[in-house]
């Protein structure tokens, strides 16, 4: 089964092309069933191999399917690399996305047919390149799926392409991605001059032979590639932009799948972060500062969407946190939890603003829990996950990144649970917003609202039942030793130590308690504060800078986009007067010239005679005086 | 008589033929002032030949005869020359009623 591995990305592509060549002549239906089919075979297929990899002592298997780059002395063959790590990421990919095609086909229902079908082959197009991406057996495929995912964000942020301001937000993600690709390929350029190779196998192994310089800068810039896929500060500000994007999409892209990429890739390159100690720590203070911004931006945003993207950024963060206080099987445990209750959560917000007819403002929604159970339950239960109450999934996966970030420096667990606070309550806020309290819409709205059809809360339901259960896949050893699956199975992968530092039980038991109860606390105070009367009145002080963002954005404007804008201006006035003042002045100057020179073309022959003889009495007195 | 005497009144006549051609606009004098020009090199031609045969003819008999044979030539391709030269000066008055060469400029178009 594990050699036809392939097959995983090449229905999705399959679908792609079905769906992309013919958009005009399928019916709905049918571009419905290729675009999820394809995605749920592959799933399947994923089980298949799963079913494989999970045997204990299963070593990682490299499918080589042709050579794909082959100069002098570096060798880059098209392989997949199967091991625990890529086929639990084949699992998520392939699992949630099928759930959420699935919910599309619902949720596009009123774009006409061939909007519909480009809609479902963009998707196709990106499941096929995130396979690649997990599936790279070195650095250049896994960089030909980052490339890909990048460009179908692009693409589905767009997709209502005939809204400008759309069209700009997709181009900021791009443009954005694309300053963090740059590092990533100075990196996979240093791969290939330090070790001459990009294979996985190969640049792992040979990591202890490099001096620590050439690894910090190669895993530094790795990293930079990760800030901009992964919405890290400095290159966060796209992915609240991307939101543009339908619903299904922010949950698909831009929370469940591509932006945890960053995390895959240095999870899958730890032998060279743990080799690189000021990488750890910029990675783990780069985290954590967008984990604590984006949450205090998520307080104020009133736009239920803008929230959950805020709520991303910020818990990406906390992976990357994970990641460098060296708690990698931490890290992408939260990927998992977090592709779950994430979801769950957009596509629940997607199922509201579907009941409100396009209306995303959370201040004029309000009392929804009454006419819309389905979507309440689950969201409430994602809500509980995400806020980190035992025992749903994201108490689990938080906890252990917070232990191992207490066991590396108190003030990254100090830091840490107070963004669980704050996550707690801005999430509760959304909630008690959301579906608490009485209606704050038109009569037009009121009337309208209506449970989804079953398309939409089937994936609701069994996201909700997996981010409250998910957790017990890597139990603590506080409640039972020996009892952390996930640990087990990643640790071929990822190494016996990559949980982190060790703490005492005693601590490690203290610290779940403060979290608990810090998050608990949260909850209440948002419940308290928003489920009756919520507070509709524009911020003031404080609350105005975290309503704007810091004005990050305003910030960027002013530094780079501003300075670059008069750069460019200043450029086209010289391309426009000095350029091409040069150019038009050489023919002006030929022009001018040569009009002259015309009139000695009198047709006088006697004119001509003249000149004769005078360049003969030159050429004479030339002769005359040189030489002799 | 000294050669110098010869080259002065060659260089003499060719002037007096440039500067004629340059000057007049009568076809048929700025002709006469060719055959001026070329009668200059003629002469020059005959005397540079004398004085070489005068040097040499001792030792070697048919010194200085190529130039008298240029000479032959000159005359002979000059007077072809004249013969066309007249019956294009003749078609040109036919054609333009005038034999003034300022009045040919179509050679600007």
Redo the contacts between chains.
């Keep these: 089964m594990i050699q036809q591995v392939w097959l995983v990305p090449v229905l999705p592509l399959v679908g792609f092309l079905i769906n992309g060549l013919f958009r005009n002549f399928l019916p709905k239906s049918l571009v419905g069933i290729i675009g999820s089919g394809t995605v749920l075979i592959s799933f399947i297929l994923s089980l298949l191999i799963f079913g494989e990899v999970r045997h204990e002592g299963f070593q990682p298997v490299v499918v080589n399917l042709f050579d794909f780059i082959s100069v002098d002395k570096l060798h880059i063959s098209f392989a997949f690399q199967v091991d625990q790590l890529s086929t639990l990421f084949l699992l998520i990919i392939t699992g949630v996305g099928f759930l959420i095609h699935l919910y599309s086909t619902s949720y596009m229902h009123e774009e006409d047919g061939p909007q519909y079908a480009r809609y479902f082959a963009y998707l196709n197009l990106f499941v096929f390149s995130m396979l690649l991406l997990v599936l790279g057996a070195n650095f250049v495929i896994l960089f030909i799926g980052w490339e890909g995912v990048g460009l179908c964000s692009y693409l589905l942020i767009g997709y209502w392409f005939k809204n400008v301001d759309y069209g700009y937000a997709a181009r900021k993600a791009f443009i954005m991605n694309r300053i963090g690709d740059v590092g990533f390929l100075i990196a996979m350029f240093l791969m290939i001059t330090k070790f001459g190779s990009v294979d996985f196998a190969d640049v792992f192994g040979k990591a202890g032979s490099v001096s620590t310089g050439a690894i910090t800068a190669i895993t530094l810039l790795l990293f930079v590639g990760a800030t901009g896929k992964s919405a890290q500060i400095p290159l966060y500000t796209w992915l609240p932009d991307a939101m543009a994007g339908p619903t299904p999409v922010s949950a698909l892209i831009h929370a469940a799948t591509m932006v945890t990429a960053g995390i895959y890739m240095i999870a899958r390159s730890h032998v060279l972060y743990d080799l690189a100690p000021l990488t750890q720590n910029v990675v783990a203070v780069i985290g954590l500062a967008t984990a604590l911004l984006a949450a205090t931006i998520a307080l104020k945003q009133n736009d239920i969407k803008k929230v959950l993207a805020y709520s991303t950024v910020s818990q990406l963060g906390y992976m990357f946190l994970g990641l460098g206080v060296g708690a990698y099987d931490g890290a992408v445990f939260h990927v998992l939890t977090h592709a779950f209750f994430k979801a769950l959560l957009f596509l629940g917000a997607g199922s509201v603003i579907h009941a409100m007819g396009g209306e995303q403002d959370m201040r004029k929604m309000g009392g929804l829990s009454k006419k819309m159970a389905i979507t309440h339950a689950t969201f409430l239960i994602g809500c509980i996950a995400i806020a980190g109450i035992p025992p749903f999934s994201g108490f689990f996966s938080k906890d252990e990144i917070l232990a191992a970030a207490y066991g590396k420096n108190p003030v990254y667990y100090v830091i840490g649970v107070f963004t669980a606070l704050l996550t707690a309550f801005y999430m509760f806020r959304l909630y008690a917003m959301t579906f608490r309290g009485h209606f704050r819409g038109t009569h037009e709205q009121e009337h309208h609202l209506h449970e989804s059809p079953a398309a939409i809360t089937i994936p609701l339901v069994v996201l909700a039942v997996l981010a409250a259960t998910a957790g017990f896949l890597g139990i603590p050893p506080v409640f039972a030793a020996d009892a952390h699956w996930l640990g087990k199975y990643l640790a071929p992968v990822l190494g016996e130590a990559a949980h982190g530092p060790e703490l005492e039980k005693g601590i490690e038991g203290m610290l779940m308690v403060v979290s608990v109860v810090l998050a608990a606390i949260g909850v209440v105070v948002a419940w308290a504060r928003f489920s009756k009367k919520p507070d509709l009145a524009e911020p003031t002080g404080f609350g105005k800078i975290l309503a704007n963002k810091w004005y990050v954005d305003e910030f960027y404007n002013a530094i780079i986009v501003r300075p670059l804008d008069l750069l460019a201006q200043f450029l086209v006035f010289f391309d426009k007067n000095i350029i091409d003042g040069i150019v038009n002045g050489v023919g002006r100057l030929v022009q001018y010239t040569s009009r002259q020179l015309r009139l000695l073309?009198?047709?006088?022959?006697?004119g001509y005679?003249?000149l004769m003889?005078v360049g003969i009495l030159v050429l004479f007195l030339v002769e005359l005086f040189t030489k002799h | 008589m000294p050669i110098n005497n010869y080259i002065f009144l060659a260089v003499a006549l060719f002037c007096i033929g440039v500067a004629g051609v340059l000057t007049r606009r009568n076809a048929i004098i700025i002709f006469m002032c060719i055959e001026l020009m070329l009668n200059a090199v003629n002469l020059l031609l005959v005397a540079f030949s004398k004085m070489h045969h005068l040097a040499l003819g001792k030792t070697v008999p048919t010194a200085g005869i190529d130039g008298q044979l240029f000479v032959f030539f000159i005359m002979v391709v000059a007077a072809a020359e004249v013969s066309v030269g007249l019956a294009v000066i003749v078609m040109m008055y036919r054609n333009t009623h005038s034999i003034d060469v300022n009045f040919l400029n179509r050679l600007k178009h």
Excluded: N, R
Excluded at chain 1, 601 to 606: A, L, T
């Design positions: 073309q009198s047709g006088q022959v006697g005679v003249l003889v």
